[in-house]
């Protein structure tokens, strides 16, 4: 298996794709002028507390309020934070960046990353990452942080510590600390709010939580940003240096590798299976919904091994579009029924092994007695669809605009409650190109009844700049 990891760098936008033997697996895209702030720290004002909802409104500056639960105020240790108060100043972490119409997700359990070591001042105690399960690897990462932790102190070992040297993880401790000293210098000379401390530059960022050892190549398509790169891995992770490059190919280099077509692929609501069928992919507000649709079945084919085969398929691509589109929340997979319990098992089984890679926590529930797969993934950020698309005006995001037919019979019901109200004169109709055509070619004898009906010149314009659903009627 073979992983590379792209980092495309312009001035209003980074983003970084992560391949796994050709395959797009992850995608990452921050907007300059929108950047995420998961992860600040900020000095925030309570500004109300709802009792009844266990939560706060907290002003960090982002001129919306942030939810704070205050569910969360239980410390690792099982000790209980103090209560907040109206007008109160407290230290908040942004958990889940502003999605919609909701502000950002606050915590005050707050965590600080390194390259191998998360520290998490509210934590007495060392703990691993799940996705850790080799056991002697986890026996060697405890004894290494039990001889550099210092009683009181709350680390988390990330994926990356695996292979870490106890020097390695210690001038991270180090570093990890400098910066909490920070945090509490500035917090006792600024009022809130404020931000206290603001996540690195999105290109490190990336090398910081995804430049495992398993990457053999990191393709940076800007000098600076190769440079900045390279400085960055020699300083917290000298293996990886010499791994970045700079890309010089002919074509962008999303485009020479197959990146863009892919992105545009996870934008479209289907996606086409090796086998001939499909997922069909659907996101509201409380979940999302994954269909999986079989292809031609052949008589003299086993129905049960048809399933299975395509249910195989669907599940390794769905899981893989659940990472590449940042779906979360309740996610719900209507897959082929099947008559094995072994069949569902191995379906299942290539569900968990593939939303195991993800570095955001995944949970494959089961099966409901429906034969509904549901899954739950963390929300963190803002779903891909969102950040590449928006709203379309014609239809107003719900996915379908109004028939040929059912616009041009509401043109002819206006046409003829208009006449009867506005000014004697022609009338004149300014609608889509299809429509005018419609009114012209299937309804035309209909127009002429207007006509005749109210005595008026009834004119049909064509003009591109109108929707299907949009229309306006003058009296000339």
Known sequence: MSQELFINVMSAEVRAALMDDAVLIDLIVERRERASVVGNIYLGRVERVMKGMEAAFVDIGLGKSGFLGLDDNRRGNGETSAPVHEGEAILVQVTKDAIGTKGVQLSRRLTLPGRSLVYAPSQDRVMISRQIEDEAERERLTALMAGIAEEGEGYILRTASVGATGEELAADRAELLDSWQSIEDAQATIKAPSCLHADIDPVLRVLRDHALDSIDRIHVDDGAAAESARKFCERVMPGMAERVTLHSGPQQMFEQYGIEEEIERACKRRVDLPSGGGLVIESTEALTSIDV???????????????????????????????????????????????????????????????????????????????????????????????????????????????????????????????GVVPPGEIVVFAAPDVVESLEADYGELVDGVEDETGRSIDLRADKEYGRENYDIVVE
């Not at 079989?294 to 008589?299: L, M, P, V």
């Open 293 to 419: 649709n079989s292809g031609r079945f052949d008589a003299a084919s086993d129905l049960e091994q048809m399933a299975l085969r395509t249910n195989s398929e669907a599940a390794k691509e769905a899981a893989r579009h659940i990472r590449l589109r940042n779906l979360s929340g309740l996610i719900v997979i209507d897959l082929i029924h099947m008559e094995s319990d072994d069949h569902w098992n191995t379906v299942i089984d290539i569900l968990d092994d593939v939303t195991g890679r993800d570095r955001n926590p995944t949970r494959v529930l089961g099966v409901t007695e429906a034969g509904l797969v549901e899954i739950t993934r963390r929300r963190r950020r803002e779903p891909l669809l969102h950040t590449m698309t928006e709203i379309c005006k014609a239809c107003g995001g719900a996915g379908r605009v109004k028939s040929l037919d059912a616009a041009s019979i509401d043109i002819l019901r206006a046409l003829k409650r208009e006449a």
